[in-house]
């Protein structure tokens, strides 16, 4: 037995540790020119629910030149039996201890796993900085949307992929093949000065940040002087087009042990221009790229084929806007249902939803219903852009009671700007609607339940409310009792986020590099898993900012000015930051901006800058032609 099979005897779920999945892939090591590992800095479960993983490793194992595993951070009995027994990380297919790849890649998808990708790198046993690193180390290498503010780690990765990371991932590795064959290659900077020649790769040594006096940002300038090819001075995400076509995972790997998301997982579309001005996501992931029905009734028959599963779930950001959903769902119904396959619709806009579309998916099973009206009231939900009415949400849940369900989520948050307690009012009156209108519809009492979940408002970089500051603590906890207190009604239940950690979120959401130091202070006193209720520990995250002398107000409550230089300003997303400062103007003005997938262009900035269009379903046009906007 291995020192390895030992400790796995040690820990509570070693299946989270031994890979051998359905699906999985395991190249012979000493065949390969470039070895790659995927990390995912939380648990097994969750990260095996995690669709950009299973895309990603899909695309570079199709490839007979690389190899990539997996590896997911280390429950804290794992960490423990590894640092006791002095052993490496290793990946699940081989087993290979992290430092003997050549590339190790984070995904970013949260701000609160960040203290477990200095974990990872330490288990490692590679240095935590890239500073520190040497010629035989790995290169550590992040994306996913957290990288779109990739300050506060710009010490630890080497470099970032901004933007899909499929579209790049090949154009990085073929460098890497290149430079690691090169029998007179320099070191690790002479790789690093060549990737930042690749669009969409943000090398942070290759910036240099200065602050003014006061603390503010003051400059991020590329390094001219150094030799080479220039440094870009902003670096442009980088997008798939044709995303009808795009490499898709139709033999994704099976987990081990209950995923989070346990089921085939079918993107119908990226991208989504609803234009809700505290979102990121919405900004990030534009243009809205919609596939073609054909290629999901097609990928959701090999799905099914090949991973065994009884549910499809049909993923984006807004799945009830794909412009042919009904079509698809009829004609997935129709070849799957007989099998016992359920379809699921994750999200669901209020607006878009309909009695029919209830009826046709719970034909098989029904699985809850989540909604988010985002803002208790008509005045607020024009403020972020939210475009439904309070009618549209009654209209919905009519007609999802009406279908047979008796529970559903209701999504808010709290603390965005210009609210008041008469928006919080609005939250309690309108749970009491559906909860009349679940009665109305004859749902039993004792099943009626409707859940209200309110999150606080997190400022998020690249999106409209980017300026804003978050509300204090005492504010959000305020708002939660007040809430709390006025939701005490029979079939509803109110479930809120911890405001600490929505605070830590904003503070490194739009953090600088100096917050670096306050993640290894936080790392080093022990936080880990700050994502996880039972592990989050906020004094530990207090000292570390003492000790880095650094103040977390100052980045979570800080209103920036239109003209500030921001963090992120070097990271382009393609829509113009005039655009942004329109919608927060907008938004003040409770004025509200269209869907450039069924109005005219609003102007983002991005399709003309990236040279893209919209992909829709059908090739139906729905741009008007580009009104301005662009940077
Ligand atoms: S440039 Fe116009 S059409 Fe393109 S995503 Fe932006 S708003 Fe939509």
Redesign the pocket.
Known sequence: MTSLDKILLKVQKPARYVGGEWNSIRKDWDSVAVKTVFAFPDVYEVGMSHLGMQIIYHVVNSRQDVLMERVFAPWLDMEEQLRQNSLPLFSLESRHPLREFDIIGFTLQYEMSFTNILNMIDLSQVPLRSSQRGDADPFIIAGGPCAYNPEPLSDFIDLFVIGEGEEVIGELLDLYKEWKAGADRAGRADFLRLAAGIRGIYVPSLYQVKYNEDGFLASVEAKMEIPGPPVPARVTKRLLKNFDQAPFPVKPVVPNLGAVHDRMMLEVFR?C?RGCRFCQAGVIY???REKKPDTLLRQAEQLARNTGYDEISLTSLSTADYSQVKEVITDLLNRHAGKGINISLPSLRVDAFSLEMARQVQKVRKSGLTFAPEAGTQRLRDVINKGVTEENLIDAVTGAFGAGWSSVKLYFMIGLLTETDEDLDGIVSMARRVVETGLAQRVPRGRLKVTVSAASFVPKAHSAFQWEPQDRLAEIKRKQRYLKEKLRMRGVVFNWHEPEVSFLEAVFARGDRRLGAALEKAWELGCRFDGWTECFKYEKWLEAFRLAGLDPEHYAYRRFAYEDILPWDHIDSG?SKK?LAREHRQALEQSLTGD??HEK????????SLE???EIAGGKS??AG??G??N
């Open positions: 991208g221009t534009r243009p809205v829509v655009y450039c997938r262009c609003s102007g983002c900035g991005l399709c003309p893209v269009d919209l729905v741009r580009y009104n906007g662009a």
